[in-house]
Nanobody, 127 residues
Framework: VQLQASGGGLVRPGGSLRLSCAAS????????VAWFRQAPGREREGVSS????????RYADSVKNRFTISRDNAKNTVYLQMNNLKPEDTAVYYC?????????????????????WGQGTLVTVSS
C-alpha cells in the first residue's frame, strides 16, 4: 500500500514537467489527493489538490495558471502538469491523500490529515 511520485528532473526556466502520483495496493477513487513541495531551508507547502468526489481543484497562488492537476482513475494516478517553471519552483515534490472534508473546507496552506505519502521527486529549475 503506497503512493509513488515520479517525473521530477532538471529543467530550464520556462520549461515544463509532468509529475505522476501512482497508487498501489489501494484505489485513489473517491480520494482527494494533494501535491506538496519542500525547498531546502523552507517549510513544506501545499501546491495543488484535486477532489475525489467532483474533480474540483485547488492551487496555491504561486502556481495558479502555470500548474494543472488532474487524475486518471483507470490508471490510479494523479498528475501535476507544471508549465513555465521558475527557479523558485525548485523543491522536492510529494503527493499525499487527504480527507475530502479537508479539501472542501481548508485552505491549501493549512491541509491536515494526510494519511498516505509518496516518497518525493526532486524538481530543479535552473539555467
Amino acid at each position: 500500500v503506497q503512493l509513488q511520485a515520479s517525473g521530477g528532473g532538471l529543467v530550464r526556466p520556462g520549461g515544463s514537467l509532468r509529475l505522476s502520483c501512482a497508487a498501489s495496493g489501494f484505489t485513489l477513487d473517491y480520494r482527494a489527493v494533494a501535491w506538496f513541495r519542500q525547498a531546502p531551508g523552507r517549510e513544506r507547502e501545499g501546491v495543488s489538490s484535486i477532489s475525489g468526489l467532483d474533480e474540483g481543484t485547488r492551487y496555491a497562488d504561486s502556481v495558479k495558471n502555470r500548474f494543472t492537476i488532474s487524475r486518471d482513475n483507470a490508471k490510479n494516478t494523479v498528475y501535476l502538469q507544471m508549465n513555465n517553471l521558475k527557479p523558485e519552483d525548485t523543491a522536492v515534490y510529494y503527493c499525499a491523500t487527504i480527507p475530502d472534508v479537508v479539501f472542501t473546507t481548508t485552505p491549501i496552506g493549512d491541509y491536515w490529515g494526510m494519511d498516505r505519502w509518496g516518497q518525493g521527486t526532486l524538481v530543479t529549475v535552473s539555467s
